[in-house]
């Protein structure tokens, strides 16, 4: 049996829209969860559930009309910044 792994994506956003961002996911269950990386800079981590890529991309991608949402590359992390 294959185990399936959540997908992690490092944003910056405005470190004012934090809790929105987290209330937005949270209201639909289940696709994904925010961790907060950097708030002074407002680097989030989104934790994507497998099989839920699509509908928070397409989350994100109506936000990014509202709010400033910048994609980072994962790589300038440690893994410690990204455990859940």
Same mark, same amino acid.
């Given at each position: 049996?294959?185990?399936? %792994?959540?997908?992690? !994506? /490092?944003?910056? /956003?405005?470190?004012?829209? &934090?809790? +929105?961002?987290? +209330? &937005?996911?949270?209201?639909? *269950?289940?696709? =994904? /969860?925010?961790?907060?990386? *950097? $708030? !002074?800079?407002? /680097?989030?981590?989104?934790?994507? =559930? $497998?099989?839920? %890529?699509?509908?928070?991309?397409? @989350?994100?991608?109506?936000?990014?009309?509202?709010?400033? @949402? %910048?994609?980072? $590359? &994962?790589?300038?992390?440690?893994?410690? *910044?990204?455990?859940?």
């Amino acid at each position: 049996m294959t185990q399936l %792994e959540t997908i992690k !994506q /490092v944003y910056r /956003v405005d470190r004012k829209e &934090i809790s +929105f961002l987290r +209330f &937005i996911f949270e209201s639909y *269950d289940g696709i =994904a /969860v925010i961790k907060t990386i *950097d $708030p !002074q800079n407002g /680097v989030i981590c989104l934790y994507i =559930a $497998p099989g839920c %890529e699509h509908d928070a991309e397409m @989350i994100l991608k109506d936000l990014k009309t509202e709010i400033m @949402i %910048e994609s980072l $590359p &994962i790589e300038s992390f440690t893994s410690e *910044d990204l455990e859940p």
